[in-house]
């Protein structure tokens, strides 16, 4: 099997980025794993030291999600890249064997979580299609993080979504029922989680149509394996 690398950005996550990388850490698919501390203002850093294993970055002003990831991935070794978010509940690392066994050993191209507490039209579906969570070749990406840098914070998502389908990858879903991401209103109150909902439906428009967010979705489902 080829090399993994995990990339996990992290943003003020210390209450939770523990359980992320105690599933993580020494997971026998995982070669590598790196976390790029955004410019936090709380104890990050000071928790992935906990993990000797894992390789910090820390970076001294927030950039936002899309060049963190960049520099993550910049930094890595891995021919498949294992994209994590630091907020994560519930994982498991035989949540993280099934997302990452098909790429790395062939059977897909793409792998991308579908969590249990995914928005339900996208469990309904079968598709999140902008999950954080998911797997890749390095190749798909590396000739692309200079722009990739440069994309608002959550239009890294879709960007990736559009080179996935550019290349008619096989694309498998993984159900984590049991994973869950805190909706942006449960870590930074009502107003400001609404806030933040708004800014990410509007870094997704900037970076594609309404209209290609919909022929994504639809190339995505296709392309199930």
Request: hydrophobic share 45%.
């Amino acid at each position: 099997m080829l090399n993994v690398s995990c990339i996990i950005p992290a943003y003020n996550e210390e209450a939770r980025i523990a359980g992320v990388l105690g599933a993580v850490a020494r997971h026998p698919l995982i070669d590598e794993v790196i976390v790029v501390d955004d410019g936090s203002t709380d104890a990050t850093a000071a928790m992935v030291s906990r993990f000797p294993q894992v390789r910090l970055i820390v970076k001294p002003i927030n950039q936002g999600k899309s060049a963190a990831v960049c520099d993550g991935i910049r930094a890595s070794r891995g021919a498949i890249i294992l994209l994590l978010d630091a907020d994560l509940t519930g994982l498991s690392p035989e949540h993280l064997t099934n997302l990452v066994a098909p790429v790395a050993g062939g059977a897909a191209d793409f792998s991308i979580s579908l969590r249990g507490n995914a928005l339900l039209p996208w469990r309904w579906i079968g598709l999140d299609y902008v999950s954080d969570e998911r797997v890749l070749h390095r190749d798909v990406l590396a000739g692309h993080l200079d722009q990739i840098a440069m994309l608002p914070g959550f239009g890294l998502e879709v960007y990736m979504n559009r080179l996935v389908v550019m290349r008619r990858s096989r694309i498998k879903v993984v159900e984590w029922d049991e994973v869950s991401s805190p909706y942006k209103s449960v870590k930074h109150g009502f107003l400001k989680g609404l806030v933040g909902e708004v800014r990410m439906l509007k870094h997704i428009a900037e970076t594609v149509t309404p209209r290609a967010s919909a022929h994504q979705i639809s190339a995505m489902l296709r392309a199930r394996i």
